[in-house]
């Protein structure tokens, strides 16, 4: 059959794809700063015979796959890391260091699940292409720069990446997540969360620490807008909506005894329905203005968004159609419904931009006997690292071989006459 042919070659590629990831994995890179990691990445593509473009928006890599008639399918993979310290204690652990969009020097890790992202799809473009034989259409392979806030989707459309090669049928993608290794979870329309992050600058006015009676001192009035933003969703939102507030960053002065003129905050908004993204976002702009003005501040606050991901949203039609399939492939006691994540994704990019059909799905890559029994004992928030977390270590087997045939499954679901069983 067409799949078990494409597939043959996956066992002797394994241990050559875990090379591929442990190299990504010590060697992370920011946001935009992809560069080592792009560089190989394209090279893997041109010697699978792909037409390799690289450049878009900087550091993203577009391979093109040309195979006949039929339809075209993108499949896309992140492959940016974060600026967080590694304590996983694994003997690959990163160690990097690179200096942040603000000039800061930080430790650099792929807490995301990123380098595997990578591993994955450079691994189903290698069998795609050999198998090549099998299928018709065109594959269109994303590497893209840039998920982590940065807005690195719709900078590579802006950047002409549906000009190189036309726009796809249908764009895939997936996620690694701690859950059992082996498990595929998907879910029909919203998946993930929308994001909005605003860069807060509260005016005061400083002074001595000794005479807070001449100030109007920006600690205070920043202490008042974090406490009364976490009355928005408990406040204003209703018990069946959902919204997240958080205030992740503040900064104000410089030392004991002095009283800073500002205060910077930044917050995160994450929802699922607009009305809802709409009504928080007004609900932060109004406490803010509100909180500076009752605390008799010199100039009005400024709020400037700086980042915003939509919702990510499956088409409820092929999200059935692909869930079939994996239930066909790995079978339906591992294909398992995924609960709505507040994180976000910039993955709807493409689709959106592209007017066509796209799904987004979860991979489990934590040691399946560990998760379970954490879930059973009411441990997993506790006991098991999540996304983004110092110690996001997951297992390479059979982690490596599910996220592989995925990639292959949904590509090869959609070509002309792929025989996929």
Not at 267 to 280: G, I, K, T, Y
Not at 385 to 400: G, I, Y
Request: glycine content about 10%.
């Amino acid at each position: 059959m067409t799949l078990e042919r494409v597939l043959a070659p996956l066992d002797a590629a394994l241990p050559e794809l875990e090379a591929l990831y442990i190299d990504l994995h010590r060697h992370p890179e920011l946001s935009f700063a992809e560069t080592r990691t792009a560089a190989e990445l394209a090279r893997r593509l041109e010697g699978d015979g792909y037409e390799v473009h690289t450049g878009i928006a900087g550091t993203g890599v577009l391979g093109v796959l040309r195979n006949g008639e039929g339809p075209a399918v993108l499949l896309r993979a992140d492959i940016d890391a974060l600026p967080v310290e590694e304590k996983t204690g694994l003997s690959y652990a990163s160690t990097a260091r690179a200096t942040d969009e603000h000039g800061t020097d930080v430790p650099v890790m792929h807490a995301c699940g990123h380098d595997m992202h990578a591993t994955w799809l450079s691994g189903a473009a290698a069998l795609l292409a050999k198998g090549r034989d099998t299928w018709s259409g065109t594959l269109l392979v994303v590497f893209q720069p840039g998920e982590e806030g940065a807005g690195g989707a719709a900078a590579m459309v802006r950047d002409g990446l549906f000009d190189v090669a036309g726009k796809p049928d249908f764009v895939f993608g997936q996620h690694l997540v701690p859950g059992p290794a082996g498990w595929v979870l998907t879910r029909p329309g919203v998946i993930m969360a929308a994001t909005d992050t605003l860069r807060v600058t509260l005016h005061g006015r400083g002074g001595h620490g000794s005479r807070p009676e001449t100030t109007v001192d920006p600690a205070v009035l920043a202490a008042s807008v974090v406490l009364k933003l976490q009355t928005v969703v408990s406040r204003e939102i209703a018990a069946t909506d959902s919204a997240v507030v958080t205030v992740g960053s503040l900064h104000v002065g410089t030392a004991a005894n002095v009283i800073a003129d500002d205060a910077v905050m930044e917050v995160n908004v994450r929802s699922f329905d607009q009305a809802v993204r709409e009504r928080v976002l007004a609900a932060v702009e109004r406490i803010v203005h509100g909180e500076a003005a009752t605390a008799g501040a010199p100039k009005p606050p400024v709020i400037e968004r700086s980042g915003a991901y939509p919702v990510t949203e499956n088409d409820e039609a092929a999200n059935e159609a692909l869930t079939e399939v994996f239930r066909e492939r790995f079978g339906a006691d591992v294909v398992m419904p995924a609960p709505l994540i507040t994180g976000s994704e910039d993955f709807s990019e493409f689709g959106r931009a592209a007017g066509v059909p796209s799904v987004f799905w979860l991979v489990g890559g934590f040691d399946p006997p560990t998760v379970i029994s954490a879930i059973t004992e009411g441990r997993f928030e506790r006991d098991i690292p999540s996304n983004h977390s110092p110690r996001f270590a997951p297992v390479l087997h059979p982690t490596l071989r599910t996220g592989i045939e995925t990639l292959v499954v949904a590509a090869l679901s959609k070509m002309r006459h792929p025989g996929v069983g």
